[in-house]
């Protein structure tokens, strides 16, 4: 009889059970800490330099010019000469003006002696009571004529000092419009030459009319701080803040405010125009986050945030200003959280992270900005939230 063998082969049931899926590797991020700081709050706006006065230099009297003692776009000082016209017929009539006024000074002595002499002499009868009156009227007459004399030598002096013009005062001369030859008359276009007072100078610019309110408030406790740049230059200039108009302007929902600049280097120019910050207080205590680590989702700015445990966290916040690269976090993460700058796309909530190399440390501070007082400032965010 014949023995049959069976082999028994056990095979694992796979269709029974499921392998563990693979774990996710950690996503690779860049980090920094939500730090404190100081955050200014500004308001940004475009300005228009112009002059604290213009003046359009014009002659007084009639003549020919004959001399031009500046040379256009000279600095000059209120009461320098600028322009002489021909002065000689001005010194003849100075000089008759003295002479007539010499004379008839000489007859209104000789008529009040008279006047004196008649008065003694009706007193006794010498003369009659009519005499010593015509006597009197005559002197009082002679002593007009030297008021009217004094008076025509005054305008002759007039007449002769401004022969020679002088700058009304100290700025910037422009071009001369009128040369040297030409007969000038008195009050004639064009003027002879526009002077500019640009030391200090004025910057004129708008902001808001629902930032007017801040600006009355904080205006009110000291001269607020302003800074000007001009295009092209990364230097801004300081001043302060030195007038609010009076009203708001109606079509643009704007009010005018003006700044005071010393401009001792002459960066600032009439007519130019500059980015205008003005500072209205500062917050010494913001928590602060680099803008990049600010994203916006469906239900508004959110950050992700780094664990202990290495895990992403994701938070909703409430963003404020803007501080040069940083943004001021109002609500939801603390100072000292790890916030993640760069990766955020590839996370999920409580996925796992790397964090790559020294520099997201960095990141924190942002080098040197703004709000550790050495950068533009901050910038009202556009709903104007971080004003108290």
């Not at 004959?66 to 010194?91: A, C, M, N, Q, S």
């Not at 009156?133 to 008076?151: C, E, F, L, P």
Request: proline share 7%.
């Amino acid at each position: 009889m014949r023995q049959v063998r069976f082999l028994f082969i056990f095979l694992p049931l796979a269709a029974c059970t499921k392998a563990a899926p693979p774990a996710r590797p950690p996503v690779a991020v860049t980090v920094a800490t939500a730090e404190r700081g100081v955050a200014p709050y500004l308001v940004n706006a475009n300005g228009l330099v112009e002059p604290v006065q213009t003046v359009a230099v014009q002659s007084q009297v009639g003549g020919v010019l004959t001399g031009v003692r500046f040379r256009e776009g000279d600095e000059v000082k209120e009461g320098d000469v600028l322009l002489e016209i021909d002065p000689r017929p001005f010194k003849s009539a100075l000089d008759q003006a003295q002479a007539v006024l010499a004379r008839d000074e000489a007859q209104a002595g000789n008529a009040r002696r008279d006047a004196d002499r008649y008065a003694a002499l009706v007193q006794k009868d010498y003369v009659t009571r009519s005499q010593a009156d015509q006597a009197a009227a005559n002197a009082t007459a002679q002593q007009s004529v030297v008021v009217a004399d004094r008076a025509a030598l005054d305008n002759a002096k007039f007449n002769f000092d401004n022969a020679t013009i002088r700058a009304p005062i100290s700025g910037k001369t422009g071009s001369l419009l009128v040369r040297q030859g030409n007969l000038v008359k008195p009050g004639a276009n064009p003027p002879l030459v526009v002077i500019n007072q640009i030391h200090p100078i004025l910057v004129r610019f708008t902001v808001p009319d629902r930032e007017l309110p801040n600006v009355q408030k904080y205006a009110a406790k000291s001269a607020l701080r302003v800074r000007a740049t001009p295009r092209g230059d990364a230097i801004a200039e300081e001043g302060r803040l030195s007038f609010v108009d009076n009203g708001v302007d109606t079509t643009s929902g704007t009010v005018t405010l003006k700044a005071r600049f010393e401009n001792r280097d002459g960066r600032l120019w009439p007519g130019q125009f500059v980015a205008v910050e003005v500072e209205l207080f500062v917050d010494p205590s913001a928590v602060l986050v680099p803008s990049s680590a600010v994203q916006v989702g469906q239900d508004g700015p959110f950050v992700f945030t780094v664990s202990n445990e290495g895990k992403a966290q994701f938070r909703n916040v409430t963003t404020g200003r803007v501080v040069g690269d940083r943004t001021v976090i109002e609500k939801g993460v603390e100072a000292g959280t790890k916030v993640v700058t760069d990766g955020q796309s590839r996370l999920v909530p409580d996925a796992h992270v790397e964090i790559r190399g020294p520099a997201a440390e960095k990141g924190a501070v942002g080098g040197k900005g703004p709000a550790d007082g050495k950068g533009p400032g901050a910038k009202a965010s556009a709903d104007g939230r971080g004003a108290p």
